[in-house]
């Protein structure tokens, strides 16, 4: 960012940034065309990607005019930021929305042309591509959900007191960026999708240690975690002009198939200093393997490939016959290794894998083959369980691998957990106690100095070879009874039931608190309603269909998809606070009661709708009610048709009887002393290193045995 100079512009401080962008979430939440925060952040980063870009042009433009040279904006008039939206008494209502939307608009100038998106589609750069082929991609993907032109017009007023015009304003908006797109992954995070958590990606980024003049890529990029840090990392290194043009020019490249993610990685790059994000917007696996050539390669990968997944035929016909799979993991990892450079310097890879790549048969075996005979895979750092909750307790593993190879000794590292969770016998972190960079000092201390320790050891690749290459190995010292002293052992039980104890108590007055409230049983089909609004859907319209996952973990989005991908064209909206629920799962526990982030997303006829009664029920209360594991084999029974596709039958459903306190309030007094219970249980839980089953079923035993009519019946 050495070009950015200070102007004359207020400074925004990191109090008024935060309050900019919470305001105008605020104001988006009014407007009907949104629905979550999976709507409004890139409804945010389009309008914050145009005023930067308009920043970035004017001091371009003054530098130009300084130095004598001529200057061609990206953007033309009427088009630019300071055309149509600096003024706070600019176009809005359906004049903006029309401006904005419509192919062919009134212009801010008062002709008519091009409405914005339009004309931004239709840029095209010059020689070999430019900023102008970056912004028409973008726009290509992204869509002005927001259907209310005064809202639109009160957002871009208060995005206009972003001033891109400060190395310090922007290095102070892209922390508060990086924030903004956590919580969208934790809204988003589905399918496959395990956004990789800012330590792990600096960790790598940091062994890995790429230099200057090196080309750095991450195929399957997401929103540019691995990149922006690398380009950090390469920045550190930058002490000349010849140097920054190095880094700006030929360094970091990316692909990203998906089109929001594409348009975050754009702006997350931009905001740290990339002036032209090189990211491919199509598929990184599109190529014939076989046609991959010199001029194709890099120096070094950094990756999270998708886990799972499937692709089209068409895109497993670029593998050769023998190595096509289902399995999108091992389709990126013979990408990876195609794309690695052989000479004058041998690439280099870091790649995150699920544990199955390490000891599945099949093509994953011929993979850890290739890596073994053809390449250098010098280190597997085994992490333990819970690093990338809380899209997925996944036990994942990271790969580095050269083209110096081939294998001689592969080193094993076995991330410890820290002591904090250690008596854990699930070794596993948490959602809301993750993994800390820190952490890893002692591994990266380690990684230039390799002894075997308690975490380390090595292996032969020969001797993996002529075993299954299985490389899901455990520490040998796993095989030795190592056994502490007696009264440490005591102490430690003892320390245990104590805690314990006491938590128990808690448990047990939180429970005994609920006391005898009267609660007659109502059947369920005078609490809620099934919801009968219902869209057509469109073609051109960008839709979030929803999923409910197993054993009352919630719904969330599926997926966000154009209306032509959409096979089924009526389906039914869900709104805060209704129960939605899958026909064939629901006798696994598959329902949820809808969070306000999916408000406005789509179900299909599988997945049925209801709309609750909140005179009658409190929605918290419901759910305790309904979703108790005793309560699976309710629905078994009330699921009807063969083995496997068994269905809930709705009007069976409807008839189910509740105990029902007669008072809003005292519903929601029950409620909350069984969440109360829920945290207590959760505690213990993390102490016995489990949830046995008497935990398991203390919430609803205490449901069903509280009320004094229901013992009555």
Not at 72 to 80: C, S, T, V
Not at 161 to 168: A, N, V, Y
Not at 278 to 286: A, E, G, T, V, Y
Not at 291 to 300: P, Y
Request: one cysteine or more.
């Amino acid at each position: 960012m050495a070009r950015i100079k200070k102007t004359a512009q207020p400074q925004t401080t990191a109090q008024q940034l935060g309050s900019i962008v919470k305001t105008s979430r605020d104001i988006m939440r009014k407007d009907k065309g949104l629905s979550g925060d999976i709507d409004r952040l890139p409804m945010l980063t389009w309008i914050m990607f145009l005023k930067f870009l308009d920043d970035m042009e004017q001091i371009r433009e003054e530098e130009a005019i300084l130095s004598g040279d001529k200057f061609r904006p990206a953007i033309e008039a009427p088009y630019r930021w300071r055309d149509w939206a600096a003024r706070e008494d600019g176009i809005t209502g359906d004049e903006l929305i029309a401006f904005v939307n419509n192919d062919e608009a009134v212009r801010p100038d008062g002709t008519r042309g091009s409405g914005l998106f339009a004309y931004l589609r239709g840029l095209q750069g010059a020689n070999g591509g430019d900023r102008r082929d970056v912004i028409a991609t973008v726009f290509k993907g992204t869509i002005n959900r927001m259907i209310n032109g005064y809202l639109l017009r009160d957002v871009i007023n208060k995005v206009n007191g972003i001033h891109f015009t400060s190395s310090d304003e922007i290095h102070t908006l892209s922390h508060l960026y990086e924030s903004m797109l956590k919580e969208m992954r934790d809204a988003a995070g589905d399918a496959g999708e395990f956004y990789t958590p800012r330590p792990v990606v600096r960790f790598m980024v940091e062994v890995l240690d790429p230099k200057l003049g090196e080309t750095i890529l991450d195929p399957a990029c997401g929103t540019g975690g691995f990149l922006v840090e690398a380009y950090s990392h390469l920045e550190k290194q930058c002490n000349t002009v010849e140097d920054r043009k190095t880094l700006q020019a030929s360094s970091i490249y990316g692909g990203e198939a998906k089109p929001l993610p594409y348009l975050l990685v754009q702006m997350n790059l931009l905001l740290h200093g990339l002036e032209y994000p090189r990211i491919d917007p199509d598929n990184s696996l599109r190529f014939p393997l076989n046609e991959i050539g010199d001029r194709d390669r890099v120096d070094v990968i950094l990756t999270n490939p998708p886990f799972g997944g499937e692709e089209e035929k068409g895109i497993l016909n670029n593998f050769p016959a023998e190595m096509q799979t289902s399995e999108t993991t091992l389709l990126f990892l013979q990408l990876i290794m195609r794309k690695l450079k052989r000479q004058p310097r041998p690439g280099r890879a870091a790649v995150v894998v699920p544990n199955g790549t390490l000891y599945e048969e099949g093509i994953a075996q011929r993979i850890r083959g290739e890596l073994l005979t053809k390449f250098n895979l010098h280190t597997v750092v085994r992490l333990p369980k819970g690093v990338f909750e809380p899209y997925t307790d996944i036990a994942t593993n990271l790969l580095f691998f050269d083209r110096s190879g081939p294998s001689s000794d592969v080193w094993f590292y076995e991330h410890p957990l820290p002591e904090r969770r250690a008596h854990l016998k699930g070794k596993s972190y948490s959602a809301t106690d993750g993994l800390q960079y820190e952490e890893f000092e002692p591994l990266i201390n380690w990684w230039n100095n390799r002894i075997e320790n308690e975490h380390a050891w090595h292996i032969s690749a020969a001797e993996l070879i002529q075993g299954n290459i299985d490389l899901a190995q455990v520490h040998p010292r796993h095989s030795n009874i190592v056994l502490a002293a007696p009264a440490v052992i005591i102490n430690g039980v003892r320390k245990l039931k104590d805690e314990s104890e006491l938590l128990l108590q808690k448990l047990e007055a939180t429970v005994k608190g609920l006391g005898n409230v009267d609660a007659p049983f109502v059947a369920l089909g005078e609490l809620i309603n099934q919801r009968t609004t219902t869209i057509t859907i469109q073609d051109d319209v960008i839709y979030r269909r929803t999923r409910v996952q197993l054993h009352f973990r919630g719904a969330r989005v599926r997926d966000v998809v154009q209306g032509l991908d959409i096979g089924t064209k009526t389906q039914t909206i869900i709104r805060t606070n209704d129960l939605i629920l899958s026909k064939i799962d629901a006798r696994n526990g598959a329902m949820a009661i809808v969070t306000s982030d999916l408000d406005g997303a789509i179900a299909t006829n599988d997945f049925p709708v209801f709309e609750i009664v909140s005179s009658r029920v409190n929605p918290a209360y419901l759910r305790y009610c309904l979703f108790q594991p005793s309560m699976l084999r309710v629905y078994e029974n009330l699921s009807r048709g063969s083995t496997n596709r068994r269905r809930l039958k709705v009007d069976k459903f409807l008839d189910l009887k509740i105990p029902l306190p007669k008072e809003i309030d005292a519903q929601i007094e029950v409620a909350d002393r069984l969440h109360a219970a829920e945290t207590l249980i959760s505690e213990l839980a993390d102490r016995f290193g489990g949830m046995n089953d008497e935990l398991a079923d203390l919430v609803g035993s205490a449901l069903h045995n509280v009320f004094s009519v229901a013992r009555n019946e």
